[in-house]
């Protein structure tokens, strides 16, 4: 078990610009999840998928923002036209159906300049 | 919109101070979980929460559920500088599912040896 993997760990981005994050999750989790965190906050909830279906989208879930699960496996967030805004740690997490028990990744750290 | 508010947001301690940090919200939540994070890492689950009064103790940490299921209270006894960290709460609606936990504001604990 190697626990959920983000990549990168950080990204600077001018505005205007695309990013990509990707996320591994544990081998055998079927729910996985994004998060973003802003500092001093708590994670807010962005969407989750149960193998290759996105079953929710928050509405803080601009149209910038698109997430993939093509094979039910690994996991895509991309941000289109990047905003100063957009800055923060992109979390992903994943659960068993069975548990319900999230387990994070290290997250991503978005700086937007 | 459900939203979970905890105090104190901020807690500066002497290693073997006692503590305690609080979790309100005007909703009902079906469970609750408590995830203490580190600077630089995702949020990592200490507990889980589900029956309204409920009592659960990891070690010197006692976690406690409210009668009513909208507010939980995390006590350590005899801080140590290991539990420095941010401290936060997150509830679920659905028992034992974890879709779209929301996140409480946080706690960051420093305890000072």
């Known amino acids: 078990d190697t626990g959920v993997s983000q990549d990168p760990r950080h990204k600077i981005t001018k505005r205007g610009q695309n990013v990509t994050f990707r996320c591994d999750p544990i081998?055998?989790?079927?729910?996985l999840y994004w998060y973003r965190q802003t500092l001093g906050q708590g994670p807010e909830f962005l969407t989750y998928?149960?193998?290759?279906?996105?079953?929710?989208k928050s509405r803080l879930l601009s149209d910038r923002f698109s997430a993939e699960r093509p094979k039910g496996s690994f996991s895509t967030l991309e941000i289109q036209r990047t905003e100063q805004g957009d800055s923060a740690m992109y979390l992903c997490?994943?659960?068993?159906?069975?548990?319900?028990?999230?387990?994070f990744g290290s997250g991503t750290q978005l700086s937007v300049l | 919109t459900q939203l979970l508010e905890q105090s104190p947001q901020f807690l500066s301690i002497q290693e073997g101070e006692n503590l305690t940090v609080y979790c309100n919200s005007s909703?009902?939540?079906?469970?609750l979980q408590w995830y203490r994070q580190e600077p630089g890492e995702g949020p990592v689950l200490l507990v889980t929460?589900?029956?309204?009064?409920e009592v659960k103790k990891l070690k010197r940490l006692t976690f406690q559920f409210g009668d009513a299921r909208k507010d939980s209270s995390l006590h350590i006894t005899a801080a140590q500088p290991g539990d420095t960290g941010l401290y936060l709460c997150?509830?679920?609606?659905?028992?034992?599912?974890?879709?779209?936990?929301?996140f409480g504001t946080g706690t960051r604990l420093q305890v000072f040896p």
């Open positions: 909703s009902v939540f079906s469970s």
């Open positions: 997490a994943s659960s068993s159906l069975s548990t319900g028990k999230l387990f």
């Open positions: 081998s055998e989790h079927n729910r």
């Open positions: 997150a509830g679920a609606s659905r028992s034992y599912n974890t879709d779209k936990l929301i």
């Open positions: 929460v589900v029956t309204g009064g």
């Open positions: 998928f149960q193998n290759e279906a996105q079953l929710e």
